[in-house]
């Protein structure tokens, strides 16, 4: 037999207050409502539950059976509701995030590390995929929020608040010595071999559309399946790719990395808080997405460069 729980709601109200008037008012509901619904669960049951009194009602035998059984249940409920939402206002709880690569190493992680001294208790998960696949499980609620590099196509019940911006830059191993000198077209660059992420990533369609663009005919030499391998692979004159400039400037000064100038001009990027406004949010998350946004706003904030992480 399938459990009406809103039955147990009202029945629970006027075992409470022994008055239909009285339960009514308390849940904002009707005193005919009220009647009828007790009227339907005691047909469900097959017995009576309670008598009418002149001051209110009286409790059978079966009715002062369920009611202990009701009153425990509630009381559990509301015991479990105080501890969930205390462990939320003191900092404590789990807060599950995606995040790209990009997103990761240029804000993330820095930012993560002072909102875990301001809430050492707080558990959070980084699940590090691929745009379309943190955007996919965001969707099916298995993510408070994620944070995403752009470009990204969101769902309309999703809302995308900018954290920060950054450039990228066309970056060589040490071999490619020539390529740091003058200003150079793509076309001139087809020959050479180029590392970049893979196919299914939002970067990958980016600087495809970008080549297209510029009719300019260059395919990946070399795929990489994050970010973060992509300077190494530079660095290791593999080939030449976009990188993050902040990951490349400490590279490019130590002379591991040249940068190449580029006469066609790059579109910044941005990285973004994205969370679906259709589905609750917890008080922990949303302190932590607070926590993000103001990051942003501090002075002098610098994200983490390629030699550090």
Known sequence: ?????????????????????????????????????????????????????????????????????????????QNA???????????????????????????????????????????????NHATPEILKNLAYGRLDFAVLTTPFEL????VSKELISFREVLA?????????????????LEAYSWVGLGEGTATYELYKEFFMKNHADIGLDMEAASSDL????????????????????????????VRVHLACGLAERKICLVYDKGRGRSALGMKLQEYLKER?????FVPIPAAEY
């Open 296 to 300: 942003q706003k501090i002075p002098g």
């Open 1 to 77: 037999m399938d459990i009406n729980y809103e039955y147990y709601k009202v029945f629970y109200y006027v075992a409470k207050y022994k008055n239909i008037t009285k339960a009514a008012a308390a849940m904002g509901s009707n005193q005919p409502n009220v009647t009828r619904v007790m009227k339907l669960l005691e047909s469900m049951l097959q017995c009576k539950l309670f008598v009418r009194e002149a001051r209110g009602v009286v409790l059978t035998e079966e009715g002062e059976r369920l009611y202990a059984h009701v009153k425990i249940a509630v009381s559990q409920i």
């Open 230 to 257: 992509l300077l190494p692979l530079i660095q290791n004159n593999f080939g030449i790719g976009f990188v993050p400039e902040a990951m490349a400037e400490p590279l490019v000064r130590a002379g591991s990395v």
């Open 172 to 188: 060589a191993g040490s071999q490619y010595q020539e390529l740091g000198q003058g200003v150079w077209e793509l076309r001139e």
């Open 81 to 127: 509701q105080e501890e969930l939402l205390a462990r939320e206002m003191s900092g404590t709880g789990t807060v599950e995030i995606g995040a790209t690569e990009t997103a990761l190493h240029l804000f993330l992680l820095d930012a993560l590390q002072g909102f875990k001294e301001r809430y050492p208790k707080a558990r959070i998960k980084i699940h």
């Open 155 to 158: 769902q309309k019940s999703f």
